[in-house]
């Protein structure tokens, strides 16, 4: 008997391996994640709605719009939500590219990029960063065709740290056709303070075919709640829009309301992050490590080939190694961060 055959794009995709458990929470700096509580009111406002848990959620996601077009002084029919912004990228990515057309992206960088791509049936074509981690804008430019369809952005690039500055934005929003989507994920941009970066929604005001990528996975700390969106052009955002129903809970909505209107207090944790960040970095470089200036809430070790014997060396706490090309480490609390420092005082 036979049995469905997959596309061959979905085929060749990966099964999904979880990685070994962490610990503990305070030692797992694998992910990303904030090590923080939700900001004030955050729990209360979502506690409230787990009530109502038999009835749909606003599928509209109506208030968490109006309050996300306030915060970011565009209209409503500029948003996307999803259930995290990986979901808008995937959505995004099909939206605009399917069988026989191409998409560019950096590489490394974010590993559900390829992945979203493969769905999309796209062929993904990968542009390596340069030697500073940061990405190779000319030979993105060099890597677009006919063909093209989505060029990814990643800024701050994940794993590696690095912003796009807005000159090399520039370049590529000046670069690449305007029917060509440019999706700038800023996943991270709360974490940012080079004040040569780039601004996907400056680059928005100018350029329709620009959609800008932000979550409330990172710096609001509410990961394990799945909301993101993103921020576009009408028609744009009116093609991302097209999900499977009601993704986004109410639970999810009212906590994401609820953490924007705490942007102070967002604000302030995301100041101790940057904080501990810059003086992880300082400590791994003055043991001898390459740290690339990372604006984001984790560093990256380049070390190729021993990335596993690294990420091991840092044991009990969990980091994340990419096979024979370096070790990501997130920023968690200061006495976690202390316990890589240790791990790592002599380099590889
Ligand atoms: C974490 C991350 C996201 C956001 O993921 P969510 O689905 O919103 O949790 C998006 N892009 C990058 C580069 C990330 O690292």
Redesign the pocket.
């Known amino acids: 008997m036979t049995t469905p055959v997959p596309r061959p794009a979905i085929a060749a995709v990966p099964a999904y391996r979880p990685g070994r458990p962490a610990v503990s929470d305070e030692l797992k700096l694998s992910?990303?994640e904030l090590p923080f509580a939700p900001l004030p009111g955050v729990l209360a406002a979502a506690t409230q709605l787990l009530g109502r848990m038999n009835r749909y959620p606003d599928a509209g996601c109506t208030a968490l719009y109006e309050a996300l077009a306030e915060t970011f002084e565009v209209e409503t029919d500029q948003l996307a939500a999803?259930?995290?912004?990986?979901?808008?990228?995937y959505r995004a990515i099909a939206a605009f590219a399917g069988p026989g057309d191409e998409v560019v992206l950096p590489w490394r960088?974010?590993e559900?990029y390829p992945l979203a791509i493969a769905v999309s049936g796209a062929t993904a074509v990968p542009v390596p960063l340069r030697a500073d981690a940061t990405h190779d804008v000319d030979a993105m430019l060099a890597a677009v065709t006919e063909r093209t369809k989505v060029v990814l952005v990643?800024t701050p690039?994940?794993?590696t740290g690095p912003v796009l500055t807005s000159a090399e934005l520039d370049r590529i929003l000046a670069g690449v056709p305007s029917h060509v989507l440019v999706v700038v994920?800023e996943?991270?941009v709360e974490f940012v303070r080079d004040p040569l970066a780039a601004s996907g929604l400056a680059a928005l005001r100018t350029h329709p075919n620009v959609l800008v990528?932000r979550?409330?996975?990172?710096a609001h700390g509410l990961?394990g709640l799945?909301?993101?969106y993103g921020i576009g052009n009408r028609d744009v955002v009116e093609s991302v829009r097209v999900a499977v129903p009601f993704g986004v809970t109410d639970v999810a909505q009212v906590a994401a309301i609820a953490s924007l209107g705490e942007t102070d207090a967002m604000r302030r944790r995301v100041e101790t992050v940057v904080a501990e960040r810059d003086r992880v970095a300082a400590a791994l470089r003055a043991a001898g490590w390459q740290v690339p200036v990372s604006e984001?809430n984790f560093v990256w070790l380049p070390v190729g080939e021993q990335a596993l014997a690294v990420a091991a060396r840092c044991e009990p706490v969990s980091v994340r190694p990419f096979a024979g090309e370096g070790v990501r480490v997130t920023i968690g609390d200061p006495s976690a961060n202390d316990l890589v420092i240790e791990a790592l005082r002599d380099p590889a």
């Open positions: 992910s990303n999803g259930t995290g912004s990986v979901d808008v990228l960088s974010f559900a990643c690039n994940n794993p994920d996943a991270y990528l979550t409330f996975s990172k990961a799945r909301v993101g984001a």
